[in-house]
Structures are given as C-alpha cells and as structure tokens.
C-alpha cells in the first residue's frame, strides 16, 4: 500500500509536469516555425506515449488503492497486485528515459523540422502510389461535365476527407459515375459544388463521404506538409527573424522529399466509378518552393540552395517533376535577376 501511494503521488506531479512541458513546447513551435506546425507537434506519438503511461500508472495506483481500502482482494490476491507493481514501475522507468532523451530536443527548430518532414512523407507517397486517391485523373485544363446533378458542401472549412471506397460503393449501386471537385486541401463555404454527378444520388450520403474541418490535415492532402516546410522557411527569412540558415535548411529538407517521390502509378484506377483531381508535380513544387523564392530572392546564399535544388529535381525519376523543376528554376532566377543589384 505503501508502494502505491507514492505512485499515486508521484504520478500525478509528473503528469502534470509532462503537460505543462508539451504544450510549453507546442507553442514554441508556433512561433519558432509556424502556427501551422502546432498541430503535427502535438501529434508527437513519443509524447503521447510517454504521457499515457504515466496517467495509466497513476489511474493503476488510484484504481488499487480504492480496492485495498475496501477490502476487495483477498490474500492471494495481493501476490498478483505486487507482480502488477512491478511491471508499472518497469514501464514508468522505462518512460522517464525516453521522456529525458526527447526533454534534449522537444519544441527545438530540428525536431519541429523532424516532425513535419515526417509527417508529409506518407502523404506523398500516397499521392504517388495512389493518383487522383485512386480515381481516374481530371484533367485540369478540362471543367466536370455538365452533369445532371451537383452536390453542395453543407457547411464551410476545408476538406480534410474524402471517403472514396464509400463514394464507389454509392455510385456503382446507382450505375453511374461521379467526379469530385474539391479535392483534400481546398478550402469551400457552404454550397460550393464537393461532386457531380450523372446519375441522381442521396445527396446527404454523398456529402457524408467528405469529411470538411477548420483546419487542413495530412492524411490525404500531400501539399499540407510542404506548406508547412516552407512557412517555417519564410519565418526564418523574415526581417525579425533573419535566419537564412533555417531556410536553406528547409530548402534541402524539401529536396529530398521530392526527390524522393517516383512516378505516378498509372495502372488501373482502383475506383473505376470516380474522377478526382491528381497531384502534379508543378502543385508540389509551387507549395514548397515559391514562397522561398519570392523571400529569399534577394539572398545569394538562399537563391543559389534553390537553383542547386531545381539542378537536383532535373534529374527526377518522374518526368512530370522534371519539367516542373526546370520551369520553377527560371521563376527563380527571373526573381533573383530583379532582386539582385551587385554584378558579381
């Protein structure tokens, strides 16, 4: 009983602690990064893990205490609670370690960095692996059809979702075919068109296959992590800040993101029923890097990461960001041009 009670104690100090450490560190990131960033550190699985167990121990001790009080174990009982004990403490130490290794870094620049370059790496695999979220591509230079039936976003936000095997699910029953116009990232207020649609659908159903929110997520949008990399940047270059370093930083952070990503997968669409926007590369490219661009123009230093970057980009497994990388180095350098007076 003892034993348990200064878990019990001890626990809900260092609970309380941790918190008090993570949001400390959540807002730091905001304004060392961006307020954007806010959230993908939040999402620390490390922090999170750690937190939990120190309040499932302290739960555990609360919960065993009660139960001793009441005279609700027996004798026998005793011998697997202090068995129990033993793995909570083992568990608890084995938190505190991981817990002061991540205190060294936790709400840093490289961690912040860290976290969104991880974060925006599933994202884009995805849209690689999986173009258009696995519909047929839309042609941007091409409007949807004049379809018979449009269906309007019921509340304003962005799309955070799209459901695609429900949205299959629903038009295959009706024989038909839809094209979604808002793709994950854009923002829409209410009545903006989410889908058309040939065939008459349950328009309800249809808008409960999007998912719209306050804020952008990363789980489908691929653009939403670049953009926080390149807000970071553009903080870094501002007057305030002045910190080139953290941009180019950024800058090689991008790159190999990019140059990461292979071709599309140009197989079979895996919803044969559905039309959605793709991702170009010319997308990504203006999210990460235009921004960086028009602020560090006038930086030599930053100017020349971004050229050495498109160098990189030409060299791409994907034909598409080829092209885009050769087009986003003349717009640097057309920028750079009217920025920088010295001829040297």
Avoid at 304 to 313: E, H, R, Y
């Amino acid at each position: 009983l003892p034993l348990l009670n200064i878990l019990a104690s001890s626990m809900l100090a260092v609970t309380t602690f941790s918190l008090g450490v993570m949001v400390q560190a959540s807002q730091s990131a905001s304004s060392l990064a961006t307020p954007r960033a806010y959230r993908i550190v939040m999402s620390d699985t490390v922090t999170q893990s750690v937190l939990a167990t120190f309040v499932g121990s302290f739960l555990f001790s609360l919960t065993s205490i009660a139960l001793l009080r009441s005279g609700f174990y027996d004798p026998a009982a005793h011998i697997a609670l202090f068995f129990m004990t033993a793995a909570v403490i083992t568990a608890i130490i084995i938190a505190i370690i991981r817990w002061i290794a991540h205190l060294s870094q936790l709400g840093s620049m490289d961690h912040v960095l860290n976290l969104v370059q991880e974060a925006a790496r599933p994202a884009l695999q995805s849209a690689i692996e999986r173009p258009a979220l696995g519909a047929h591509p839309a042609d941007p230079e091409v409007d949807p059809p004049a379809c018979r039936h449009r269906i309007r976003a019921t509340g304003s936000g962005y799309v955070q979702f799209v459901d695609m095997p429900a949205l299959q699910a629903l038009v295959e029953k009706a024989d038909g075919h839809l094209w979604v116009v808002r793709a994950p990232g854009t923002h829409v207020v209410r009545g903006d068109v989410l889908a058309c649609t040939n065939v008459d659908l349950d328009a309800a159903q249809v808008c409960a296959c999007f998912t719209i929110g306050r804020g952008r997520s990363q789980e489908q949008d691929a653009r939403y992590g670049l953009l926080v990399l390149a807000e970071t940047g553009a903080r870094a270059l501002s007057p305030g800040t002045n910190d080139p370093g953290t941009a180019i930083e950024v800058l090689h952070r991008l790159t190999e993101l990019m140059h990461d990503c292979d071709a599309p997968d140009d197989s079979a669409p895996m919803f044969d029923r559905l039309t959605a926007p793709a991702v170009s590369a010319a997308d990504l490219l203006q999210e990460g890097f235009d921004v960086l661009i028009r602020d560090g123009a006038a930086r030599p230093e930053v100017i020349v990461q971004v050229v050495a970057a498109m160098n990189v980009l030409r060299d791409s497994r994907w034909p598409e960001m080829r092209v885009a990388a050769k087009r986003t180095q003349l717009y640097a350098l057309r920028h750079a041009n009217s920025a920088i007076r010295h001829a040297d």
